[in-house]
């Protein structure tokens, strides 16, 4: 004769206060580990941008020593004063690349920044620089928390050549000078002077 208590060969089911324990235990990791697994994301995207942005600059500082006499056609489209005839910028965020001028778009081009054959497929901002939207470009700004955007900056005076970099965890066009020092020493390079502007998301 079978015992009543094994149920007639069945397994027993979990009773509803086991079933709210697993329930409270499974939230408590959650509620640690998602967190965390956040982080693990960010600090990620961070360095995948830390890492364009030094492809970026590795890029320019080859071209530019190869043939320095071209660095006038690299000035800055937003002020026709001599002092920023020998000024040029990379600026990237979620949407969109941004150059100072063409000649660096040819540039980023050869590094694979921008896609084959699509330097000179651009639309002009604001009558001002040539920008390439994200489908001709195979880099973008991933970060979301640390910075939302970021810029390469460089200046060519003197006969010699600085990089700066510029970022922001803000969308308008305010400077951010503190995530510009962030970024900068991630890079392990100075963050953008007073000088320098970031562009306005569009």
């Known amino acids: 004769m079978k015992n009543f208590s094994e149920n007639n060969g069945k397994p027993k089911g979990f009773t509803l206060v086991e079933l709210i324990v697993v329930i409270a235990i499974i939230?408590?990791?959650?509620?640690?580990?998602?967190?965390?697994?956040?982080?693990?994301?960010?600090?990620?995207?961070n360095t995948a941008d830390i890492s364009n942005a030094r492809q970026i600059t590795n890029a320019l500082q080859i071209a530019i020593a190869i043939s320095p006499d071209t660095i006038i056609n690299h000035d800055n489209p937003w002020d026709d004063s001599p002092s920023n005839k020998d000024h040029g910028y990379v600026y990237v965020d979620d949407n969109e690349v941004r150059v100072?001028?063409?000649?660096?778009?040819?540039?980023?081009?050869?590094?694979g920044i921008i896609k084959n054959g699509y330097a000179s497929e651009y639309k002009v901002r604001q009558g001002k620089e040539a920008t390439y939207s994200a489908d001709k470009v195979n880099v973008l700004c991933k970060?979301?928390?640390?910075?939302?955007?970021?810029?390469?900056?460089?200046?060519?005076?003197?006969?010699?050549?600085?990089?700066?970099?510029?970022?922001?965890?803000?969308?308008?066009?305010?400077k951010d000078a503190v995530t510009s020092e962030k970024f900068a020493n991630m890079i392990g390079g100075q963050p953008g002077t007073s000088e320098i502007s970031l562009g306005g998301k569009n």
């Open 27 to 45: 939230g408590i990791l959650a509620s640690v580990l998602v967190p965390s697994i956040a982080g693990y994301i960010e600090k990620a995207k």
């Open 100 to 111: 100072s001028n063409i000649a660096i778009a040819d540039i980023l081009e050869e590094e």
């Open 143 to 174: 970060s979301r928390k640390k910075w939302q955007r970021y810029q390469v900056n460089f200046v060519f005076r003197n006969g010699g050549l600085e990089f700066s970099y510029s970022a922001t965890k803000t969308l308008d066009i305010s």
